[in-house]
């Protein structure tokens, strides 16, 4: 798949602190990357550099195809940017912004007006649009840095925590939005605290920690990779003996927990292949069968602990 | 369209101009430091120099109100911009930062000729005639620019505290007032004051405005419209490259 996104070695320095050290990574078109890490682990810093705003002091960026430091214009025509603070402008109404958005962008003054009405009636802010901004709420404020983001139909669209404290209303109005567009083929890449959203949306995460890269998978992968040994959970519709499960090719442990089994397992799939024939043999029907992964949370946590690989 | 070519960046940098326009004309400071400011300056010498004709003086109010004006917007747009987030906006908006600062300084420009053009209107209602328009114009326009530039130069230096460029541009513009014959004739003014006033573009412009009203002149107009264009190229220049330098400090 194309890579919109190519970092090689990306460096930032600010006095004697390295906030970003040396990462490099792809973001491949048509995917939901969701960028992960702890407050100060360099996230913004590297979306900063990426969407071009600072320039890195060392390695390499292109985003879709251009340079991001010898040809940021061409590259900054192409893609969105919604930052984690609004920064419309609040002297301005909601429709000002957006047609100050279509000029930036090169975008005809009628084809403009159609996009803004049609993202404003989406985004639930058509009412208000000749209203000044600094009279928006922050769901408002960011509904609408999120229109005039997309105003210029993006391919690729840079968020930095766009559902930050906001109600639950923006939040799903917002998430909604991002999942459509990129089931039209919008690339996103999402820089979140935000679990439940990565979990959610992401076909792949990456997490930072203190400036360099520390993993980059899907979120049920990474999920599962810090975890070797495995844990099922089974219940069947009659009794059967601890030592018969215990036995199972691959079964590491056995505990009851109140009508259940919990087995341990370092390869899941073969004792759940195991448990299939077990059943049958024992004319004992499966009732319940839970693989209990580690959470994204349990991931981020465990990956992003100092010391940790 | 290229996006990163000339004319597309022309038409963003109005863009910019608009909505600065929009956002930063009747800011308080804007009419403090733009109208207010060289008006009071201009009656308080007007008042207290009773020995000098109006036709002497009408020229310095024109060059008064252009410098302040021209230099009212300018040098505090950054620091606004910055302090709300709006710059890192243009930042990452597929403008080139000589866009942005063109866009500011058009702005500025228009701010400045709108307001003195009213003062060239109240030279010619308190009876001075314009003798050469053209020159005029020419002049009005050149200046504007060189002081939009000016205004510019002053907010290089980083900083999300507007108030900061807009003392610094005083510090800049009272001495200007006092060696470029606004209200001293540079024929009345010592060596010194000569030598300081060649390196002022207030000295020109207020040169090539008492020539358009009143046909007297210190230097050739042609001397006075090419260092008049030379301050503004090697101003506008400086302004761009700097800003280019320092903007990623500003984000």
Redesign the interface.
């Known amino acids: 798949m194309t890579a919109v996104i190519h970092a090689s070695d990306l460096t930032k320095v600010f006095g004697k602190s390295t906030a970003v050290d040396h990462i490099s990574f792809d973001v491949r078109q048509g995917e939901i990357f969701g960028f992960l890490g702890p407050n100060g682990a360099g996230k913004t810093t590297t979306t900063r550099m990426l969407t071009g705003v600072i320039p890195p002091d060392d390695g390499s960026a292109t985003v879709l195809g251009y340079d991001i430091r010898s040809e940021p214009v061409q590259a900054k025509q192409r893609f969105g940017v919604v930052p984690e603070t609004s920064n419309a402008y609040t002297d301005l109404t909601a429709w000002q912004n957006l047609m100050l958005m279509g000029e930036l962008y090169g975008v005809a003054r009628a084809q403009a007006a159609r996009r803004s009405s049609e993202l404003l009636t989406v985004l639930g802010l058509i009412d208000r649009r000749d209203q000044k901004v600094q009279a928006y709420s922050k769901g408002m404020k960011q509904r609408l840095i999120l229109a005039m983001a997309l105003l210029h139909e993006p391919k690729l669209l840079f968020l930095d925590e766009p559902t930050s404290g906001l109600d639950v209303q923006s939040t799903q109005m917002i998430l909604a939005m991002l999942r459509d567009m990129n089931r039209d083929g919008t690339t996103i890449f999402l820089t979140t605290h935000n679990m439940e959203d990565a979990n959610r949306l992401c076909h792949r995460v990456g997490i930072i920690r203190n400036g360099r890269m520390v993993a980059i998978d899907a979120p049920e992968k990474l999920k599962t990779a810090i975890d070797r040994v495995h844990t099922i959970e089974v219940s069947f519709d009659r009794e059967v003996a601890g030592d018969a499960l215990a036995a199972l090719p691959g079964v590491t442990g056995v505990k009851r927990i109140g009508d259940k089994w919990q087995l341990t397992a370092e390869k899941q799939d073969a004792v759940i292949l195991s448990l299939a024939a077990f059943s049958q043999q024992n004319h004992a029907a499966i009732v319940t069968l839970n693989t209990l992964v580690p959470s994204l949370d349990d991931a981020f946590l465990r990956l992003t602990r100092e010391g940790s690989p | 369209?290229n996006?990163?070519g000339l004319p597309?960046?022309l038409?963003?940098a109005?863009?910019?101009a608009?909505?600065d326009i929009?956002?930063y004309y009747a800011k308080n400071s804007v009419l403090v430091f733009g109208i207010l400011m060289p008006v009071f300056l201009f009656l308080a010498f007007f008042t207290g120099s009773r020995q000098l004709p109006l036709a002497f003086l009408i020229p310095g109010l024109v060059g008064t109100a252009l410098l302040f004006t021209a230099t009212a917007i300018s040098p505090a747009i950054f620091s606004w911009e910055g302090r709300?987030?709006?710059l890192?906006?243009?930042?990452?908006?597929?403008?080139?930062t000589e866009a942005i600062v063109l866009g500011d300084m058009i702005a500025s420009i228009l701010y400045g000729i709108g307001i003195t053009l009213i003062t060239v209107f109240i030279g010619l209602a308190l009876g001075l005639s314009l003798l050469h328009g053209i020159t005029m114009i020419v002049s009005i326009l050149l200046a504007a620019c060189c002081f939009s530039a000016i205004g510019m130069l002053l907010a290089v230096p980083p900083t999300s505290e507007p108030s900061t460029p807009m003392m610094l541009s005083l510090l800049i513009k009272f001495p200007l007032i006092f060696i470029s014959g606004i209200f001293i004739p540079l024929e009345q003014m010592p060596g010194w004051g000569l030598v300081l006033a060649v390196f002022s573009p207030l000295t020109y412009f207020t040169d090539l405005v008492r020539y358009s009203f009143i046909e007297t002149h210190y230097f050739p107009v042609l001397i006075d419209i090419s260092a008049l264009a030379l301050f503004t190229l090697v101003f506008t220049a400086g302004t761009m490259y700097l800003h280019k330098r320092t903007m990623?400090k500003r984000?």
Do not use: D, F, N, Y
């Not at chain 2, 890192?88 to 080139?96: F, G, I, Q, W, Y």
């Open positions: 369209m996006p990163a597309e960046q038409r963003r109005w863009a910019i608009k909505k929009r956002l709300h987030g709006t890192e906006r243009l930042a990452s908006c597929p403008v080139t990623p984000l």
